[in-house]
T-cell receptor
Framework: EAQVTQNPRYLITVTGKKLTVTCSQNMNHEYMSWYRQDPGLGLRQIYYSMNVEVTDKGDVPEGYKVSRKEKRNFPLILESPSPNQTSLYFC????????????FGQGTRLTVV | AQSVAQPEDQVNVAEGNPLTVKCTYSVSGNPYLFWYVQYPNRGLQFLLKYITGDNLVKGSYGFEAEFNKSQTSFHLKKPSALVSDSALYFCAVRDPNSGYSTLTFGKGTMLLVSP
């Protein structure tokens, strides 16, 4: 089954404790992205990657890091999480081409206390 | 810069009645437009898209959307709503002339269908 898999689905952590949210897709897509979803703000892009070893900042990159060492994986790293990073996070992948739709993971609900 | 506006935070409709969820966009060229649906505790699911051609686009679950270039709108419609259509709906736009195919989303509209 074609899918984007995120782990964990739920995470509660403390301020400053480094964490990684994993994302993996099995569709051989070049493009991958991370979004955060907050009430009243919709989805905002954090980082994106056009291919292996090619990443760039989205609209809200502060406090986040990513890496793309393999085509299928695109982890999101919070090196020193803060409470304002409490949010619902989505990973997405899509084939090349601006007319293609994105496929989303199930989401990771992160709470930073 | 591209942007999307969904003017209604919530739309209420009775089951069996037609529904419309509104979306307007701003982009420099001819847009690529998308609708996604999010059910509780789930990721976003693709419903339909407009790329070019016929202004009326048909998608999943009986939904359709009408592209109106003069009004820069892409409203989502369904002739007869179901209670199971209750969910959060997102409109998204992509500028075909942008350097990267970034999707810009609206803030979302909650659709509530009452029995």
């Amino acid at each position: 089954e074609a899918q984007v898999t995120q782990n964990p689905r739920y995470l509660i952590t403390v301020t400053g404790k480094k964490l990684t949210v994993t994302c993996s897709q099995n569709m051989n897509h070049e493009y991958m992205s991370w979004y955060r979803q907050d009430p009243g703000l919709g989805l905002r892009q954090i980082y994106y990657s056009m291919n292996v070893e090619v990443t760039d900042k989205g609209d809200v990159p502060e406090g986040y890091k990513v890496s793309r060492k393999e085509k299928r994986n695109f982890p999101l790293i919070l090196e020193s999480p803060s409470p304002n990073q409490t949010s619902l996070y989505f990973c997405a992948s899509s084939p090349p081409g601006r007319n293609t739709e994105a496929f989303f993971g199930q989401g990771t609900r992160l709470t930073v206390v | 810069a591209q942007s999307v506006a969904q003017p209604e935070d919530q739309v209420n409709v009775a089951e069996g009645n037609p529904l419309t969820v509104k979306c307007t966009y701003s982009v420099s060229g001819n847009p690529y437009l998308f609708w996604y649906v999010q059910y509780p505790n789930r990721g976003l699911q693709f419903l339909l898209k407009y790329i070019t051609g016929d202004n009326l686009v048909k998608g999943s679950y009986g939904f359709e959307a009408e592209f109106n270039k003069s009004q820069t709108s892409f409203h989502l419609k369904k002739p007869s709503a179901l209670v199971s259509d209750s969910a959060l709906y997102f409109c998204a736009v992509r500028d075909p002339n942008s350097g990267y195919s970034t999707l810009t989303f609206g803030k979302g509209t909650m659709l509530l269908v009452s029995p």
